[in-house]
């Protein structure tokens, strides 16, 4: 199976509908987990197989979907930030062993307790000292193979920028934490 899974573009239309259009036909299920803040009878949004709802999306939108072994939500309502408990244990009551999902604008391929987490990244921008959005496409076939593109213009992203990401989000979760006070 092929899925392209695409979160947090937030109305930015230049990359969204082109990434669509490129892709159908092409895999067998287009993701969206999140923050596309667009209505859920949008055409572009009509495309996805998947759509769930983030922090800036209706109420029409599921908060989390599971598909087959996936778990397929945002991460705003898992509160990601502060870890991945909340959503590991979402991930465990439906036995799930991928899941899929957004929020933080970072892309991010992580396994805990044998389930294997991606974010693909923010379709817009992402946290990070580069200045592009990011996507990806899954390769679920004898293993699981993840690539991460730019949005702007669909290149292969380098590898550093998961090593960039994963620092990026850390220094982000202990200003939180300053900032909440523990």
């Not at 702007?152 to 998961?162: A, E």
Request: with cysteine; hydrophobic share 35%.
């Amino acid at each position: 199976m092929k899925i392209l899974l695409v979160s947090d573009s937030h109305l930015f239309l230049d990359h969204l509908p082109r990434i669509v259009k490129k892709y159908k036909g092409m895999v067998d299920l287009m993701i969206h987990c999140g923050d596309s803040a667009l209505p859920k009878n949008d055409k572009v949004m009509k495309q996805f197989d998947i759509a769930v709802r983030g922090n800036h999306d209706e109420d029409a939108y599921p908060p989390y979907v599971i598909y087959k072994n996936m778990c397929v939500t945002h991460g705003h309502l898992y509160h990601i930030y502060d870890g991945y408990d909340e959503l590991l244990a979402l991930c465990k009551e439906h036995h799930s062993t991928l899941c899929f999902h957004g929020h933080t604008h970072v892309p991010i391929i992580k396994k805990i307790d044998g389930i294997t987490f991606v974010n693909p990244g923010s379709l817009m921008v992402n946290r990070g000292s580069y200045a592009y959005g990011t996507y990806a496409i899954i390769n679920l076939f004898n293993d699981i193979q993840i690539t991460f593109y730019r949005s702007d213009d669909d290149s292969i992203c380098p590898d550093t920028i998961l090593l960039e990401g994963l620092a990026q989000l850390e220094e982000f979760k202990r200003i939180l934490r300053k900032y909440r006070g523990r």
